[in-house]
């Protein structure tokens, strides 16, 4: 009995260890599992844009002003009035009464005076943007409009001798109208400006050349974008959902070519990205789907439109449960516990105690912005001595080349709130932006709490000014996805009523109600994920994302202006018959016959 029971007792055994080592082994491969999509999700949330940069202290603090000085009533007349001039200006276009193409270059003069005043409008908010970035520049208004005068006689001069020697429509007109246009800008601004502009040793080049590169990526995506239209034109009906698939990835790739090209200009990148991808592919997607085709590729539209918006408020999330882990945490050991749930005033109140910080917690951090901000006397004295703390080998050498403070006068002259606000001094000029590291290093050396209390008090600062530049970014995305389809549809709805109509594709009767709805479904999800990104923030941080998308769009008037500008006048209209005339019904876009036949030229 004793063996037996030995016997029965060792079997039971051998059957039971085979059974824990195959739970460990399931348990084990489910943990690994899960330890691979977590890398692989912070590795997807680490590449995306909102986490690319974050807020410098000078910007913070205009901030904070913005949002205790600005009444609702202004913030909703920026967001709603901002698309307005460039909208109006393009409608008035509109009005100018064209002749059909066949008549020929000499009876269509209405054309060559559209495109004159199309190139002065545009090349003059470019202009505007220059004396922004380019600090110092002798550039008056005067000096603006006569060297955009002389780029537009050279466009148009070029343009009719072209259209003299081998017919109307020129081909690929606004291609190779940019090389005239070039070399008469160029011999305007050398005899407008002066030798300084060309001078490879003038202490204006880096700026120069941060200049022309951004306006070198924003002319490329100009030039490349339109090009998923006459793909999308090119496909056949039933594959066009392919094509609906790729966009968000072309997306991904154009917003991070922006990111390259400015990225020593951090505090512009939520504004560009979101002004130049996302604004190109509201338009596409608009565009796309007031034409002709089945109702399952609007839903595709909508659909991926509403996707990403769920990324990207996860995303946000995520971010924002970091934040609020870390100010819980500072609340717990905080003897003042009145303003920590307020986003704003808690950085800022870290950053004036002067023992709360060591120096080096914060060297990622920049001081001064890369444009210079409108600021109170109180925030300048302030910015001032945190600069003062700080010697020149203990700047962050990363960080943005600051532009002069010389140029705080003119952005004020813009920016004007009821609250006065006074220009900050002239500062020398400097290679490198100083940024808060080491600069709030104390003079008693005595530290505020513990070791842990400042650690989490640089996790809290570093944290939230990433915070704030995710939140400008994804707010500015769905301001610019909401506004550009109803630019959209307010543009071809009085377009319908003018002559003009018949020189775009389908003519009159072609924009009916049905389409509309189908565009304005895209306005209104954005309408609504802007909301609730407002509400979020309300809720968790008592912060107005409304008040940062307000300011936001004030502070880079300039710039906004220009994208919205080009957009309105080269972008929205690249359809019409003057710009591109070509029997290849496919292969149409901003004045370029892409068939290369140029049928209209053998005719003639």
Same mark, same amino acid.
């Given at each position: 009995?004793?063996?037996?029971s030995?016997?029965?007792?060792?079997?039971? =055994?051998?059957?039971?260890?085979?059974?824990?080592?195959?739970?460990?082994?399931?348990?084990?491969?489910?943990?690994?599992?899960?330890?691979?999509?977590?890398?692989?999700?912070?590795?997807w949330?680490?590449?995306?844009?909102?986490?690319?940069?974050?807020?410098?202290i000078?910007? $913070?603090m205009?901030?904070?002003?913005?949002?205790?000085?600005?009444?609702?009533?202004?913030?909703?007349l920026?967001?709603v009035?901002?698309?307005?001039?460039?909208?109006?200006?393009?409608?008035?276009l509109?009005?100018l009464?064209?002749?059909?193409?066949?008549? %020929?270059?000499?009876?269509?003069?209405?054309?060559?005076?559209?495109?004159?005043?199309?190139?002065?409008?545009?090349?003059?908010?470019?202009?505007?943007?220059m004396t922004?970035?380019?600090?110092?520049?002798?550039?008056?208004?005067?000096?603006?409009?006569?060297?955009?005068?002389?780029?537009?006689? %050279?466009?148009?001069?070029? %343009?009719?001798?072209?259209?003299?020697?081998i017919?109307?429509?020129?081909?690929?007109?606004?291609q190779?109208?940019?090389?005239p246009?070039?070399?008469?800008t160029?011999?305007?601004?050398r005899?407008?400006?002066?030798?300084?502009?060309?001078?490879s040793?003038?202490?204006?080049?880096?700026?120069?050349?941060?200049?022309?590169?951004?306006?070198?990526a924003?002319?490329?995506?100009i030039?490349?974008y339109?090009?998923?239209?006459?793909?999308?034109?090119?496909?056949?009906?039933?594959?066009?959902?392919?094509?609906?698939?790729?966009?968000?990835?072309?997306?991904?790739?154009?917003?991070?070519?922006i990111?390259?090209?400015i990225?020593?200009?951090e505090?512009?990148?939520?504004?560009?990205?979101?002004?130049?991808?996302?604004?190109f592919n509201?338009l596409?997607?608009?565009?796309c789907?007031?034409?002709?085709?089945?109702? !399952?590729?609007s839903?595709?539209?909508?659909?991926?439109? $509403?996707?990403?918006?769920l $990324?990207?408020?996860?995303?946000?999330?995520? =971010?924002?449960?970091?934040?609020?882990?870390?100010?819980?945490?500072?609340?717990?050991?905080?003897?003042?516990?009145?303003?920590?749930?307020?986003?704003?005033?808690?950085?800022?109140?870290i950053?004036?105690?002067? %023992?709360?910080?060591?120096?080096?917690?914060?060297?990622?951090?920049?001081?001064?912005?890369c444009?210079?901000?409108?600021?109170?006397?109180?925030?300048?004295?302030?910015?001032?001595n945190?600069?003062?703390?700080?010697?020149n080998?203990?700047?962050?050498? $990363?960080?943005?080349?600051?532009?002069?403070?010389?140029?705080?006068? @003119?952005?004020?002259?813009v920016?004007?709130?009821?609250?006065?606000i006074v220009?900050t001094?002239?500062?020398?000029?400097?290679?490198?932006?100083?940024? @808060?590291?080491?600069?709030?290093?104390?003079?008693?050396?005595?530290?505020?709490?513990?070791?842990?209390?400042?650690?989490?008090?640089?996790?809290l600062v570093?944290?939230?000014?990433?915070?704030?530049?995710?939140?400008? !970014?994804?707010e500015?995305?769905?301001?610019?996805e909401?506004?550009?389809?109803?630019?959209?549809?307010?543009?071809?709805?009085v377009?319908?009523?003018?002559?003009?109509?018949v020189?775009y594709?389908?003519?009159?009767? =072609?924009?009916?109600?049905?389409?509309?709805?189908n565009?304005?479904?895209l306005?209104?999800?954005?309408?609504?994920?802007?909301v609730f990104?407002h509400q979020?923030?309300?809720?968790?941080?008592?912060?107005?994302?409304?008040?940062?998308?307000?300011?936001?769009?004030?502070?880079?008037?300039?710039?906004?202006?220009?994208?919205?500008?080009?957009?309105?006048?080269?972008?929205?209209?690249?359809?019409?018959?003057?710009?591109a005339?070509?029997?290849?019904?496919?292969?149409?876009?901003?004045?370029?016959?892409?068939?290369?036949?140029?049928?209209w030229?053998?005719?003639?």
């Open positions: 009995m004793q063996s037996c030995f016997g029965a007792t060792r079997k039971t =055994n051998t059957a039971i260890v085979p059974t824990v080592k195959k739970a460990d082994a399931t348990t084990a491969q489910t943990a690994s599992r899960m330890t691979f999509w977590r890398q692989l999700e912070e590795k949330n680490r590449i995306q844009v909102g986490r690319q940069g974050s807020y410098s000078e910007r $913070l205009s901030l904070e002003h913005y949002c205790n000085t600005t009444s609702w009533t202004r913030v909703i920026v967001c009035l901002t698309p307005v001039p460039a909208l109006s200006v393009a409608l008035m509109e009005c009464p064209l002749n059909s193409p066949s008549e %020929g270059w000499a009876a269509n003069w209405m054309f060559w005076l559209r495109l004159a005043l199309t190139h002065v409008v545009v090349g003059f908010n470019v202009f505007s943007q922004v970035f380019v600090p110092g520049l002798n550039f008056t208004f005067c000096k603006q409009f006569i060297v955009t005068i002389g780029g537009a006689i %050279g466009l148009v001069g070029a %343009g009719i001798l072209a259209a003299n020697t017919g109307f429509p020129v081909p690929l007109l606004m190779f109208g940019t090389i246009t070039g070399i008469a160029s011999i305007m601004l005899l407008v400006i002066g030798p300084v502009i060309f001078t040793g003038s202490p204006i080049t880096i700026h120069l050349k941060r200049f022309y590169r951004a306006i070198l924003f002319m490329t995506l030039g490349i339109p090009l998923f239209k006459v793909l999308y034109d090119f496909v056949p009906v039933g594959y066009r959902g392919i094509i609906v698939l790729v966009l968000p990835v072309w997306r991904f790739a154009a917003k991070h070519f990111v390259y090209a990225r020593d200009l505090d512009l990148i939520p504004e560009a990205v979101a002004s130049l991808v996302d604004f509201s596409f997607v608009s565009v789907m007031s034409s002709s085709g089945p109702l !399952y590729l839903m595709m539209f909508i659909a991926s439109d $509403l996707g990403q918006i $990324l990207e408020m996860r995303e946000l999330s995520e =971010n924002a449960h970091v934040l609020l882990q870390i100010i819980q945490q500072e609340q717990t050991g905080s003897t003042n516990q009145q303003n920590t749930s307020k986003l704003l005033s808690t950085i800022l109140d950053l004036k105690e002067p %023992g709360a910080l060591r120096a080096k917690s914060l060297k990622a951090v920049r001081l001064w912005a444009l210079p901000h409108p600021l109170t006397p109180q925030q300048t004295e302030q910015l001032l945190l600069e003062s703390a700080c010697t080998d203990q700047w962050e050498r $990363l960080s943005s080349d600051r532009m002069k403070r010389s140029s705080v006068q @003119t952005m004020q002259n920016f004007k709130t009821k609250i006065s220009p001094p002239n500062l020398e000029p400097e290679t490198f932006s100083p940024t @808060t590291a080491d600069i709030i290093e104390a003079k008693n050396f005595h530290t505020i709490g513990s070791r842990s209390g400042t650690k989490r008090s640089k996790q570093l944290q939230g000014l990433q915070l704030l530049f995710h939140c400008e !970014y994804l500015l995305v769905e301001y610019v909401c506004i550009i389809p109803i630019v959209y549809v307010v543009y071809k709805s377009l319908e009523q003018l002559p003009n109509v020189y594709p389908g003519g009159a009767g =072609n924009w009916g109600i049905a389409t509309v709805v565009i304005l479904v306005a209104v999800l954005e309408v609504i994920s802007l990104l979020f923030l309300q809720h968790k941080f008592a912060f107005s994302a409304m008040h940062q998308l307000a300011f936001a769009l004030e502070t880079h008037v300039y710039l906004v202006q220009m994208k919205l500008f080009t957009g309105a006048l080269l972008l929205i209209p690249f359809e019409l018959k003057h710009f005339l070509t029997k290849c019904r496919y292969l149409r876009l901003l004045g370029a016959d892409f068939s290369f036949r140029f049928g030229l053998r005719d003639k």
